[in-house]
């Protein structure tokens, strides 16, 4: 009966498991090559994600094919999802060509990465160019793809096995292979490895599919290198973690899908090493290697932690505060609800410098509880700190444990102390996980002193094309032949901009305007965009309605794709409640990149779209070290001058700040930072400050205080290679240049100099596709981006502790479009050493013909009668001289990355008028007398830059009159001097010719006469057009 009722029990659920799947709707393809010999392509695409491949079906002869198919696939392990590569490809397929072709045409393909993948209904239609495979291919056209992912859950699998005959999974040394027995039922069971156990040990055998048979058990591996090692008893080595920013660059497989079952992935190192500062060593053949320390490029500083967690029955008390030493207290403990006030529970962490002289003279540490109220002693704990013991980070952190509360030496205490206190202290430094959130000794600023990480807000271009409006309310009473003045205002936030004149369509007595105005819009995207109509006809202009729309509501657009127009009704004109009707199309474009920074100073160029993201190529590690040699900003109560400085590193959208190191001269901050690089030719920005903002009161607003500032552009740094610097903090006031110190830090930029998607990354276009589809306007592009420094500056300003609108235009350069006297001297000396080597030139082949140097002219004989004689060689020639040049110039290449240059600036010998004038704020609030006497001078200038632009259009006006007949003795000479040389040169080699005008140019000066060639007097006396100007 027992029996019967075992068997009627029903059975137990199947166990589940979370499974992500990435979906790959594959919707069209545009102008596609003709590849079937018919004008036309039958193309198929073939979509490879993680092993797995799938395929469409073929659309017959079309370039442009729609197949709205949809190819889903299994992620592995969704925590790597973001490095994995998705490869689409597109197919010619042969069977339906015409002729004998032998295989499938390539018609171009598509990579993508994680990172671009999107979460469904987060999804939209993007159009991918396609690209070549090889340099020689010859590709064209476009596909339009939507991917997303979305998580199920899936029953696992049943291994139908009784609890009776059920045997534990031999190991590899105990299942050797057999064959299999023919007319004997085999079983498989798939052993799946779980996700989390990937990625808390990597060493986990590699996931099994194991086909039980009734003689034996056969284990079949999923590949033949996991085979391999079976059969020799030795399991399969497996690489060592490498951190997960560069994992998608050394990622590798270790199986293949075998029935849909999981695969494990293991993440290999890269050939190049461990990224140190040291000679990166070989991965050795086993596999191991060092572990790379969390903060290598900085000094480790120890710190004293003290980790108070609660404390249980203490004496009477009404609100209990832990002191440790003399200096430090904690906040008033709180007991939990339902619990006695005598267990007050803290959960606070403590770093206490450790390595300064008064922590070394000192031998023990004092922790002692007290009532807040009336001041009495609690109980307290010693330690010997030669006992304390040290953590190294990768270490979990030290369990607190319970100590006993001891009384102190005064009578009048005994009796008070009772209790416990759990509480853990240990030694480590700046790289342990509890230091971001501890409260220090030396801090009494906690919110300014602690290091924070802020990011930038993700902003959009929002793009409004105002069409028409019908139905307005026009004022009759117009004077005769006047037509209405109607324009449209639109606002969004603090940003305002107003269309021209409007064109009036008489016979429908409609208005039109087919005019784009674009404006920078802000997550999460609260703002309303309001639309006014006017009439500026007379003195005052008249609403003739508005209206509001919220921009959370606009549609999102990331390619240049047709976005549907909207009627909207407008109120408030009038008319009352109807007052006409005006045609929009919006969107918010995300296929551009919405500039906050000067395009000089650059340091991210990726469009606002995630989807278009393309996958990181390297990190960039910054070590802040310290500064040094600060001047005094601010002087105490006693009159002593002090610095509270801090420092801020900016690349990206990811800003971090240093915490305030306070009354110090020569801090040591010690931190470092990272940050992913999407594009090398971008700037890191990094800036000193000094903290005012945390002596002010909440209702007082104190700026900080520039210190200077640093700028390293990526592209200047070697790969793999630490710079340890020290880099002088300028300021430019108003009395002129200063030094205000020294800063510290160490750079390195870990990417393998030799892969393929870094060296790709200088043949791309610096700036999104949008902006080259529909570019923006240089001056309405400048008008964007200070819109998008003050919505930065803004969102930064709310953080805690605030980043001040002062740090983020300094950091941002906001003020670098504005006119500078000593900018354009700095600018035109560029432009100089740009042309010095053209000028260098000219002066070495004056030289030549000099014969200053009678051994290098006849060189130079010899190898212009060899280029004449052999041209072939002329174009060779001249690559391999710039070649030479380039290896010649390796030997005084920078050794560190540059930070600002003076002379470069002009700063050293600016004038104190300039810097008056540069720092004068706009409009200007000088007195009229200044501002005319600047004015007189501008004019000067500008006249000098007329005079040259003038110049110029001479020239070019004389080689017109070559042949325009306004001097016709002029032009009948140049076309009998041409005449001559055509019949010349056909009647004489051109060999011979080439070789005696050479040898004419470059003549002795005893042949030579002082006064000008004639061929330059006729030039000169060509008319131009200057005669002719008023």
Same mark, same amino acid.
């Given at each position: ?107 171009? $393909? ?29 590709? $064209? ?16 699998? %049943? ?14 040394? /105990? ?42 058990? &056969? ?21 060592? /973690? ?8 050394? &990622? ?10 999981? $695969? ?110 009336? /001041?009495?002693? #609690?109980?307290?704990?010693?330690? %010997? ?33 009772? =209790? ?68 449209? *205002? ?17 016979? &429908? ?65 009038? =008319? ?33 779209? @995630? ?37 801020? +590193? ?49 209702? /007082? ?39 205000? =110190? ?33 570019? #923006? ?8 981006? =200070? ?42 000396? $560029? ?11 000219? *002066? ?7 014969? @200053? ?5 006849? #060189? ?55 810097? %008056? ?15 005319? +006497? ?47 040389? &055509? ?43 200057? %005669?002719?100007?008023?």
């Amino acid at each position: 009966m027992m029996a019967e009722q075992q068997q009627q029990q029903p059975p137990p659920p199947l166990p589940t498991r979370p499974i992500r799947k990435l979906v790959v709707e594959v919707a069209d393809a545009r102008d596609l090559l003709p590849k079937d010999g018919l004008g036309s392509s039958s193309a198929y695409v073939v979509a490879d994600f993680d092993g797995q491949k799938k395929k469409t079906s073929t659309i017959s002869r079309s370039l442009n094919p729609v197949w709205n198919e949809s190819l889903e696939f299994v992620v592995s392990d969704p925590s790597t999802m973001e490095y994995e590569e998705l490869e689409i490809e597109v197919f010619n397929d042969k069977r339906l060509s015409n002729g004998s072709n032998r295989k499938n045409h390539f018609l171009g $393909r598509v990579k993508l990465y994680g990172s671009q993948f999107a979460r469904k209904g987060d999804e939209g239609l993007i159009y991918f160019q396609l690209e070549k495979k090889s340099v020689f291919s010859w590709i $064209r056209g476009e596909i339009g793809l939507r991917i997303y992912y979305y998580d199920d859950v899936e029953v696992a699998v %049943d291994q139908e096995m009784n609890n009776d005959n059920a045997q534990p999974p031999p190991s590899e040394k /105990e299942a050797p292979p057999q064959p299999q027995q023919e007319g004997k039922e085999v079983r498989v069971l798939e052993v799946p490895v779980p996700t989390e156990a990937v990625t808390e040990n990597l060493h986990s055998p590699p996931m099994a599919t194991m086909e039980e048979a009734p003689p034996g058990v &056969t284990v079949r591996m999923e590949n033949h290198h996991h085979q391999q090692h079976q059969n020799q008893g030795i399991p399969p080595p497996v690489q060592p /973690e490498y951190p997960p920013e560069m994992r998608r660059m050394q &990622t590798g497989r270790v199986g293949v899908a075998i029935g849909g079952c999981e $695969r494990v992935r293991v993440l290999k190192r890269p050939d190049n090493g461990d990224y140190s500062p040291r000679v990166i060593p070989r991965r050795s053949a086993n596999g191991e290697s060092e572990r790379i320390p969390a903060y290598d490029l900085v000094e480790p500083m120890q710190y004293l932690f003290v980790r108070i967690v609660k404390a249980r029955e203490l004496s009477q008390n009404e609100s209990p505060y832990v002191r440790i030493g003399n200096s430090v207290r904690s906040k008033p403990g709180i007991p939990r609800p339902g619990e006695p006030p005598s267990n007050p529970e803290w959960h606070q962490v403590f770093a206490l410098a450790y390595n300064k002289p008064e922590s070394a003279n000192s031998s023990t540490l004092e922790i002692s509880v007290w009532d807040a109220q009336s /001041e009495n002693f #609690l109980g307290g704990v010693c330690f %010997d700190l030669s006992d304390v013991p040290v953590r190294d980070p990768p270490d979990s952190p030290l369990a607190p444990q319970w100590y006993r509360l001891e009384g102190s030496d005064d009578p009048n205490a005994a009796g008070k102390v009772s =209790g416990d206190i759990q509480l853990s202290v240990w030694i480590g430094t700046q790289a342990d996980d509890a230091f971001p959130e501890s409260w220090s000794s030396d801090a009494p600023y906690v919110s300014h002193t602690r290091s924070k990480v802020y990011q930038s807000p993700k902003l959009w271009y929002l793009r409004v094309t105002i069409m028409e409006a019908q139905d307005l309310q026009i004022a009759p009473n117009l004077p005769p032949l006047t037509a209405p003045e109607v324009r449209v *205002k639109a606002q969004l936030g603090f940003q305002s901009v107003r269309t021209r004149r409007g064109v009036m369509n008489n016979h &429908t007595a409609s208005f039109f305007w087919h005019e784009d105005l674009v404006f920078v819009a802000g997550e999460p995207l609260e703002d309303s965009l309001i639309l006014l109509l006017e009439d500026r006809t007379g003195k005052d202009p008249v609403l003739l309605g508005h209206v509001l729309i919220p921009v959370a509501a606009i549609e999102h657009r990331i390619d240049e794709r047709h976005v549907a127009a909207r009627w909207l009704s407008l109120e408030g004109g009038p =008319g009352g409640s109807y007052c006409g009707r005006i045609h929009l199309r919006m969107c918010l474009e995300g296929g551009y990149h919405v500039l906050d920074e000067a395009a000089h100073v650059c340091s991210d160029f990726r469009p606002t779209a @995630k989807q278009l993201w393309k996958p990181a190529i390297g990190i960039l590690e910054l070590g802040i070290l310290g500064a040094r040699g600060l001047l005094p900003m601010k002087s105490r109560g006693s009159g002593k001058g002090s610095t509270d400085p801090y420092c801020v +590193a900016k690349y990206g959208k990811k800003w971090v700040r240093t915490r305030t190191i306070t009354d110090s001269f020569d801090p040591r901050w010690n931190e470092q930072y990272t940050w992913q690089v999407y594009d090398p030719c971008t700037v890191l920005t990094i800036g000193v400050f000094d903290n005012w903002r945390m002596f002010a009161d909440m209702a /007082e607003e104190k700026p900080d205080f520039r210190i200077g500032k640093v700028r390293i552009r990526v592209s200047t740094l070697e790969s793999n290679k630490v710079y340890t610097n020290s880099y002088p903090l300028l300021v430019l006031q108003r009395t002129g240049l200063k030094k205000m =110190g020294e800063i510290e830090v160490a750079v390195r930029f870990a990417c393998p100099s030799l892969l393929p998607d870094t060296c790709a990354v200088y043949g791309q276009p610096l700036l999104p596709r949008m902006h080259y589809l529909r570019p #923006l306007g240089v001056a309405q592009q400048e008008a964007l981006r =200070g819109a998008a420094t003050k919505m930065v500056a803004a969102w930064l300003a709310r953080s805690e502790p605030p980043l001040g609108s002062e740090v983020v235009r300094y950091m941002l350069d906001a003020d670098s479009h504005t006119w500078s006297m000593r900018k354009s001297k700095a600018n035109w000396f $560029r432009i100089v050493g740009v042309l010095a080597w053209a000028i260098g030139l000219a *002066k070495w082949l004056d030289n030549i013909r000099r014969w @200053k140097n009678p051994v290098t002219t006849v #060189l130079v004989h010899l190898l212009y009668l060899v280029l004449v004689w052999y041209p072939d060689l002329i174009v060779p020639t001249t690559f391999l001289y710039v070649c030479l040049i380039g290896i010649w110039y390796y030997r005084f290449r920078p050794k560190s990355p540059a930070g600002m240059d003076i002379r470069l600036s002009q700063a050293e010998t600016v004038d104190p008028e300039d810097l %008056d004038e540069e720092f004068d704020t706009f409009p200007s609030s000088r007195p009229p007398e200044l501002i005319r +006497a600047r004015y007189d001078r501008l004019r000067m200038l500008a006249a000098r830059v007329q005079t040259v632009l003038g110049d110029f259009a001479t020239q070019g006006e004389r080689v017109q009159a070559l042949v325009s007949w306004r001097d016709p003795r002029a032009t009948k000479l140049f076309i009998g001097v041409c005449l001559i040389i &055509t019949v010349v040169l056909y009647v004489v080699p051109s060999k011979m010719a080439a070789v005696a005008l050479g040898f004419y140019f470059l003549r002795h000066p005893m042949f030579r006469e002082p006064m000008p060639p004639g061929s330059l007097n006729f030039f000169r006396r060509l008319p131009s057009l200057s %005669d002719r100007l008023m």
